[in-house]
């Protein structure tokens, strides 16, 4: 059974940093693509920022330069760090996993944490 759970979430101020992490179970962790996503109030689910299994990265303009995605395969987590929080960053963050192959894609979520930005 796959499982893919978020930690991290929390409360914190303008200008504050938090570590999101997400540990997998039951996949290959190594073979998959992994993204954090996120859904403010209202709003629909966004891309965050994602890495593939060969450690390239991507971000959603609004975060460059502010939060940084790795991961970690021996511990089969990946990781987001996240810096100079904005209000705006409040959201529940969610970890995602990806593998295509040319049989099929596998699409796995996490339940969410909630990251809360405010004063």
């Known amino acids: 059974q796959v499982q893919l759970v978020e930690s991290g979430g929390g409360l914190v101020q303008p200008g504050g940093s938090l570590r999101l992490s997400c540990a997998a179970s039951g996949i290959i962790f190594s073979i998959y693509a992994m993204g954090w996503y996120r859904q403010a109030p209202g709003k629909q689910r966004e891309l965050v920022a994602a890495?593939?299994?060969?450690?390239?990265?991507n971000y959603a303009d609004s975060v460059k330069g502010r939060f940084t995605i790795s991961r970690d395969n021996t511990k089969n987590t990946v990781y987001l760090q996240m810096n100079s929080l904005k209000s705006e960053d409040t959201a529940v963050y969610y970890c995602?996993?990806?593998?295509?192959?040319?049989?099929?894609?596998?699409?796995?979520w996490g339940q969410g944490t909630q990251a809360t930005v405010s004063s």
């Open positions: 890495i593939t299994s060969g450690g390239s990265t």
């Open positions: 995602n996993a990806v593998l295509v192959t040319n049989l099929r894609k596998y699409d796995y």
